[in-house]
């Protein structure tokens, strides 16, 4: 069977990149509705929704050099809408002068990203052997602040609330927020263009890789059978991992083919997926599920914390995108490089919310796997 995909022809119906030379900025051609997704969900003009994705493809490909030309005095790194540019944390200001030459914008901050992150694996380290409350949403290195930021749920007392709190002070330094408690975003049965999960459960593929595609690690485990929006049998789980981590692949078979394709939904254009390169945080993103369609935001942060109900689930990408059960395991893209899987979050696409995302090139390092693009 052939999956109910429009491939388009050409640059202007589908987000593209030209990756043209290190002295060039690349530019970012979009199509309309991709534009009006992200006037609806950002607040922007067509203008400036244009212009913010050639500057966040710029902000992609400078933030490896940039991180090297800062070195030990990196301290993170995310992207200002305002100056339209990358920008890059140092410790220390004689690394400024590198950084501003591997385009980005420098600014002073008092921890390094590599202390933050040590302090951060430590309190990943104390929740294995205890787990952490459940009034614990998740926690994040947050380089702006120069802590570990710590959510709990509005309103959530306890002893052991401040015991997991005396803990992750130990580590490092520790800011504490209150913020919903984020859960799985899968669904029973319901229609839509899904796949279903051993007849009952419905997710979200995620990209297309060589042998099959990737999804949410909580949408099945390794065995479970698959079957697509038709009704027929697509192939099974032949990874899964959750909690610890929330991915899957999933190999497919019985006439199944892959296409490098991020479904519209008729609110955009189908995107082609040419890559992964990973978007810095402030980048805008944007996601597809069976259930809430097609709706964008912006990286909120990298390498977080999520505590689930099910368990901790670790190096997760924050987003303020709105999703909803039965979205998960759903693409995340920015232009037309792939960003993760759809895992769980708060809220819905009625009043809002925040959503996490596995990181695609984790996943695929993890199983061996490369992208189908375009």
């Not at 927020?177 to 799985?184: I, L, Q, Y």
């Not at 959503?355 to 490369?370: A, C, H, K, M």
């Amino acid at each position: 069977m052939r999956r109910r995909i429009a491939l388009a022809a050409g640059g202007a119906a589908v987000l593209t990149a030209s990756l043209i030379s290190a002295a060039l900025a690349p530019v970012a051609q979009a199509s309309p509705g991709l534009i009006a997704a992200m006037q609806r969900d950002l607040g922007l003009t067509a203008g400036q929704a244009s212009a913010r994705l050639t500057q966040e493809m710029t902000a992609s490909r400078v933030m490896p050099a940039a991180q090297r030309a800062a070195g030990a005095a990196f301290g993170g790194a995310w992207f200002d809408p305002a100056r339209g540019k990358l920008v890059v944390g140092v410790t220390d200001p004689a690394a400024a002068a590198a950084v501003r030459q591997a385009g980005a914008e420098p600014t002073p901050v008092a921890v390094s990203a590599a202390r933050l992150d040590a302090a951060k694996a430590e309190i990943d380290m104390s929740a294995k052997t205890e787990p952490a409350p459940a009034a614990v949403s998740g926690w994040r290195a947050d380089p702006r602040s120069g802590s570990v930021v710590v959510a709990v749920r509005p309103g959530a007392h306890g002893s052991d609330v401040e015991e997991f709190l005396v803990r992750a002070r130990k580590s490092g330094p520790v800011t504490v927020v209150t913020a919903p408690k984020a859960e799985p975003f899968a669904a029973g049965t319901v229609g839509g263009d899904p796949y279903y999960i051993n007849g009952n459960t419905r997710c979200s593929i995620g990209f297309s890789v060589h042998g099959g595609f990737v999804s949410a690690g909580h949408c099945g485990g390794t065995g479970s059978s698959v079957v697509g929006w038709d009704g027929s049998a697509m192939g099974n789980f032949a990874g899964s991992s959750f909690p610890g981590n929330d991915y899957a692949f999933i190999r497919i078979g019985n006439g199944w083919w892959t296409a490098p394709v991020v479904l519209g939904w008729g609110t955009v254009s189908d995107a082609l997926v040419r890559g992964s390169w990973v978007a810095p945080v402030g980048t805008s993103v944007c996601r597809s599920g069976s259930t809430t369609h097609w709706h964008c935001g912006t990286v909120l942060g990298h390498n977080e914390t999520v505590n689930y109900s099910q368990g901790a689930v670790h190096q997760m990408t924050r987003t303020n995108v709105c999703a909803e059960p039965g979205d998960s395991g759903g693409s995340f893209i920015t232009g037309d490089q792939a960003q993760g899987v759809t895992s769980g979050g708060w809220g819905n696409c009625g009043s809002g919310g925040e959503t996490w995302f596995q990181p695609v090139n984790e996943i695929l390092q993890n199983y061996g796997l490369s992208l189908v693009t375009a």
